[in-house]
């Protein structure tokens, strides 16, 4: 089956990676950022400070806070455990509790990234761990500010400061909680929902690649998106594309969609030719450049940009509709066959009375007489003939398709039906095909006896050659003889009914293995080849089925 990558994209599981680890990753890169901004501003004070001890020793932390978030960033990125964050988050909170008494206590900065961290550890971690740590800040904020003023009094303004500071922690992490909470929920949503339409996705394209109709979706661009097997075989198209421009891959096909691939509802019916070895000469043992297929393309809009199109092989229809003719005809022979026999036993009997009579000395009857009584006789026959090759269609009405393999069947076949005659086998393939086993036989029959017939009116020894062979995903029998072959004029007319060039046949034979060729989805075909006479059944190839 092929899937183009852009269309299946859309149903990417990547797409729905955890947004949790993308938001740590964030945060750990904020970090970095802030660490890095730290170590940059107290650079800068040791220098206009010029090199006093206490800022020296004051940098130190910093480039130990800049190491430590680069680690965590790392390991983070590659083995996303809640245990990181929750050190992270402990971690910022004492380095940025050492910076802030560092500054007074009463750094406004400082402070705001207090929030953010107090914000980020409901996104990031438990409510429970987040609480936790929302409260270890204000802590370690309250703590700063009276700290400083342990040896004044304390004001009613300093108390209104903590106060306001304080509510304004709980402010930040309540909404920060809410927000967190509204998040997962559409986060757990939005996979549930991908899920589905993968699960649905999962569940169409089992379906489409084990129905037997060809399936194909194309954008209204003609790029191809989707195509089942059963497309890929009908439309001869690789299973490995590099280029799923349709232009490229079927520039006939894309020509005819082009202007009503956007219709709300289309029907088209192309040709495609089989592709195939040869296309110059009619050799044996190679396939004819005259195959191709009939297609049907049903076309139905999906969405605004998309198009899903059936494609039906004309020639399973064709072989259903062979189906129903055949039926019809043996109906139609078995209730005439009665009719007909009587009579015509009647007649057979009294010409054969008749020959006999004249042949009797005493017999009134002349010799020309016994003469025309026997061709009356011998026109019996041949009707009586004609009567069991019509019937022949009302024996079995559908063609009950088993599995053959050419190389064991017909070694069977031959000892069973031609024992005696010079009928030669060569099978160069392993592989088999699906056939009404009966009507193989009477295909086969019909075509060695054809051969046999007129081999043995251009020379003294007549023989048959049956070449099997594989080409491509079909199987072909060639059944080949030493005969004039057929006249250029009389191809066209070869497989109607009742057509002949030969006294003794009824033109039915042939007529009625072409039927069965296509009542079992195969073709039978007439090969020109020079000094020979070639007829070919082209079969699907089938493998074993597994047990």
């Known amino acids: 089956m092929i899937t183009n990558p852009s269309f299946s994209s859309l149903f990417d599981d990547?797409?729905?990676?955890?947004?949790?680890?993308?938001?740590?990753?964030?945060?750990?890169?904020?970090?970095?950022?802030?660490?890095?901004?730290?170590?940059?501003?107290?650079?800068?004070?040791?220098?206009?400070s010029q090199q006093n001890y206490w800022v020296l020793v004051n940098l130190l932390p910093t480039f130990f806070y800049l190491g430590f978030s680069i680690v965590i960033f790392g390991l983070y990125y590659f083995y996303p455990k809640n245990t990181l964050l929750m050190v992270g988050l402990t971690i910022d909170a004492l380095v940025l509790t050492t910076l802030l008494y560092f500054n007074g206590g009463n750094d406004l900065q400082i402070i705001l990234l207090f929030l953010v961290q107090v914000a980020a550890s409901f996104m990031l971690v438990r409510t429970n761990q987040a609480v936790l740590l929302t409260m270890f800040a204000i802590t370690l904020v309250i703590y700063q500010q009276f700290y400083h003023t342990l040896k004044s009094d304390v004001n009613y303004a300093l108390v209104?400061?903590?106060?306001?500071?304080?509510?304004?922690?709980?402010?930040?992490?309540?909404?920060?909680?809410?927000?967190?909470?509204?998040?997962?929920?559409?986060?757990?949503?939005?996979?549930?929902?991908?899920?589905?339409?993968?699960?649905?996705?999962?569940?169409?394209?089992?379906?489409?690649?084990?129905?037997?109709?060809?399936?194909?979706?194309?954008?209204?661009?003609?790029?191809?998106?989707?195509?089942?097997?059963?497309?890929?075989?009908?439309?001869?198209?690789?299973?490995?594309?590099?280029?799923?421009?349709?232009?490229?891959?079927?520039?006939?096909?894309?020509?005819?969609?082009?202007?009503?691939?956007?219709?709300?509802?289309?029907?088209?019916?192309?040709?495609?030719?089989?592709?195939?070895?040869?296309?110059?000469?009619?050799?044996?043992?190679?396939?004819?450049?005259?195959?191709?297929?009939?297609?049907?393309?049903?076309?139905?809009?999906?969405?605004?940009?998309?198009?899903?199109?059936?494609?039906?092989?004309?020639?399973?229809?064709?072989?259903?509709?062979q189906q129903l003719k055949l039926a019809s005809l043996g109906q139609l022979s078995a209730s005439i066959a009665h009719e007909i026999r009587n009579p015509l036993a009647a007649i057979s009997q009294a010409s054969q009375l008749l020959m006999e009579e004249a042949k009797d000395s005493q017999s009134t009857l002349s010799e020309d007489n016994a003469v025309l009584y026997d061709m009356i006789y011998q026109q019996t026959i041949r009707v009586n003939k004609i009567i069991e090759d019509v019937l022949k269609l009302s024996r079995q009405?559908?063609?009950?398709?088993?599995?053959?393999?050419?190389?064991?069947?017909?070694?069977?076949?031959?000892?069973?039906n031609f024992q005696g005659h010079d009928v030669f086998l060569r099978c160069d393939t392993d592989k088999g095909i699906m056939f009404d086993h009966y009507q193989l036989e009477q295909i086969l029959i019909?075509?060695?006896?054809?051969?046999?017939?007129?081999?043995?009116?251009?020379?003294?020894?007549?023989?048959?050659?049956?070449?099997?062979?594989?080409?491509?995903?079909?199987?072909?029998?060639?059944?080949?003889?030493?005969?004039?072959?057929?006249?250029?004029?009389?191809?066209?007319?070869?497989?109607?009914?009742?057509?002949?060039?030969?006294?003794?046949?009824?033109?039915?034979?042939?007529?009625?293995?072409?039927?069965?060729?296509?009542?079992?989805?195969?073709n039978l075909e007439y090969v020109p080849s020079q000094g020979q006479t070639c007829f070919r059944i082209v079969c699907t190839s089938k493998t074993l089925p597994s047990i």
Request: include cysteine.
């Open 160 to 321: 209104n400061n903590v106060a306001s500071m304080a509510m304004s922690f709980v402010g930040v992490a309540y909404l920060s909680h809410t927000l967190s909470k509204r998040l997962k929920q559409i986060e757990l949503l939005s996979k549930r929902q991908i899920n589905e339409v993968n699960a649905l996705n999962a569940i169409n394209n089992k379906i489409v690649q084990t129905i037997d109709q060809g399936v194909v979706v194309l954008s209204h661009d003609l790029e191809l998106l989707i195509a089942n097997d059963t497309a890929i075989e009908q439309l001869h198209l690789p299973k490995q594309l590099a280029n799923f421009d349709l232009y490229h891959l079927l520039p006939s096909v894309a020509f005819e969609l082009q202007p009503i691939i956007k219709h709300a509802e289309e029907t088209l019916v192309i040709r495609l030719d089989t592709p195939n070895t040869d296309q110059t000469n009619f050799t044996i043992g190679e396939p004819t450049s005259q195959h191709y297929n009939d297609l049907r393309l049903r076309i139905t809009q999906l969405r605004q940009q998309y198009a899903i199109i059936f494609v039906e092989d004309l020639r399973h229809e064709f072989s259903r509709a």
């Open 397 to 416: 009405q559908r063609p009950n398709l088993v599995f053959i393999e050419p190389k064991l069947w017909l070694q069977a076949f031959i000892a069973a």
């Open 446 to 522: 019909n075509l060695i006896n054809n051969g046999l017939r007129f081999s043995s009116k251009t020379q003294s020894h007549a023989f048959v050659n049956i070449d099997v062979y594989e080409s491509g995903k079909s199987i072909f029998i060639e059944v080949i003889d030493t005969g004039k072959g057929v006249l250029t004029e009389n191809i066209p007319f070869l497989f109607n009914p009742f057509f002949t060039t030969d006294h003794q046949g009824t033109g039915l034979g042939l007529y009625l293995s072409q039927a069965f060729c296509q009542a079992n989805h195969a």
């Open 14 to 48: 990547a797409i729905t990676q955890d947004k949790h680890k993308q938001i740590g990753n964030v945060y750990n890169g904020y970090r970095i950022i802030i660490s890095i901004f730290f170590s940059f501003s107290f650079i800068l004070a040791l220098k206009s």
